[in-house]
């Protein structure tokens, strides 16, 4: 019996191996304990703090606040609870943009390969009337430093432009950028909600000024995020909706303590653990890589090979649409990184805008590793993927 073979063997019975970790992360049993307590004797509401079980709630947020601010290198009360990055980046783009629209700012500057709900919000922003400069990135989908100072004029309210992309994984410069739009006045957002507890970022040293964070994307649980708002100096924000004036003013409503707890912990865990995670990760990603094009030397990385997550990989695989390969390997959990319906799945526009041609781009999973994966389940993956595409004619495109 081959060692291939009794991997399949082992694995008919099992569940699918889990590769979508850029998709979101189960929720780690150590951040469940964290939160248990919060749903029910702990049940006070936060802004209630004329009684204890308020101040025991509002006692467990703040906690949670610091714990969220400390991987990349905040104080505490530059973070805002939110219910995700979505919400997050929403309220950083329109929010700043409708703030300094009557000092008559009225340019957003944002990248092609940006996520939806980024370009959704600039598209809304160009709407209602702002000035919105989308700029191409270059075939690895790093931006062009030159092209981005070129953008930035003394109108220009804010640059968003993620740490690590959603669907190929690519890191960009984000200090240089910071020292870009400081240098022109300009405020300086990042969607970080692929990289924090990932990669090292340190607000401070990048002049960031405002940072999207996702709970779900970092083992804690879903429905809860935080954005990063810089205090010094001052960005400022027009709120998105009216309340209570909870968060500084900027997010209105009771705070979800069980939720802003995990979110927290989640945190706490990822920068303590992100050293040895990302080493080990990355050591995976190579022997994945590494195995796979032993088997099939046709596959293709997109984005650059290095200045990446510790564990993605965009591969397209020549001549076999994505939809039938993982259709042939149930025993993968796998994405595209893009839309998809039960009959196609539509190029991703984060290819194109990497040159990648529609039939390869449809061709292309995203690989995506984390903290429970492992070397066995690597192997099995390498050889189901590679005899799934070999039947399916891997080559022939």
């Not at 922003?125 to 690895?140: A, H, M, S």
């Not at 970092?218 to 429905?223: A, D, M, Q, R, S």
């Not at 009959?343 to 040159?355: D, H, N």
């Amino acid at each position: 019996m081959t060692a291939s073979f009794a991997r399949t063997q082992r694995r008919l019975n099992a569940a699918p191996v889990y590769l979508d970790y850029q998709a979101t992360t189960p929720l780690d049993r150590r951040v469940l304990e964290d939160m248990l307590p919060y749903f029910t004797e702990k049940f006070g509401n936060p802004g209630s703090v004329t009684h204890a079980y308020g101040r025991e709630a509002e006692a467990a947020v703040e906690a949670a606040r610091a714990q969220v601010a400390a991987p990349i290198g905040a104080e505490a009360r530059e973070i805002v609870f939110t219910s995700g990055a979505t919400e997050s980046n929403n309220l950083a783009l329109k929010g700043a943009a409708r703030f300094h629209r009557e000092l008559g700012k009225d340019g957003i500057v944002t990248l092609a390969t940006e996520h939806k709900c980024v370009l959704e919000s600039v598209a809304a922003l160009k709407r209602e009337g702002f000035r919105v400069t989308i700029l191409p990135v270059e075939p690895d989908g790093l931006v062009d430093l030159d092209r981005l100072a070129a953008a930035i004029d003394e109108r220009t309210v804010i640059v968003s432009v993620m740490a690590a992309n959603n669907e190929i994984g690519v890191l960009q410069p984000l200090a240089e950028i910071g020292a870009l739009c400081r240098a022109r006045g300009a405020l300086f957002h990042s969607d970080a909600a692929q990289a924090v507890g990932k990669v090292p970022i340190d607000v401070e040293a990048m002049k960031i000024d405002l940072l999207s964070i996702s709970g779900h994307k970092i083992y804690g649980p879903k429905g809860i995020g935080a954005l990063y708002v810089r205090r010094r100096p001052r960005a400022r924000l027009a709120a998105l909706f009216d309340g209570g004036g909870q968060e500084r003013g900027l997010r209105s409503g009771t705070l979800p303590t069980p939720l802003c707890v995990g979110l927290g912990a989640a945190a706490a865990l990822a920068k303590a653990e992100m050293p040895a995670e990302a080493d080990r990760l990355m050591g995976l990603r190579r022997r994945f890589l590494a195995g796979l094009r032993a088997r099939l030397p046709e596959v293709r990385l997109n984005g650059e090979p290095e200045r990446r997550l510790p564990g993605n990989l965009n591969l397209s695989f020549p001549g076999v649409p994505a939809l039938a390969l993982m259709e042939a390997c149930p025993g993968l959990a796998l994405s595209t990184g893009s839309a998809c319906t039960a009959t196609e799945v539509e190029p991703s526009y984060v290819l194109r805008a990497l040159g990648i041609a529609d039939e390869l781009a449809g061709a292309t999973l995203r690989i995506g590793l984390g903290r429970y994966t492992n070397e066995a389940e690597i192997d099995y993956a390498v050889d189901a993927l590679a005899a799934a595409a070999r039947r399916l004619g891997v080559g022939r495109g």
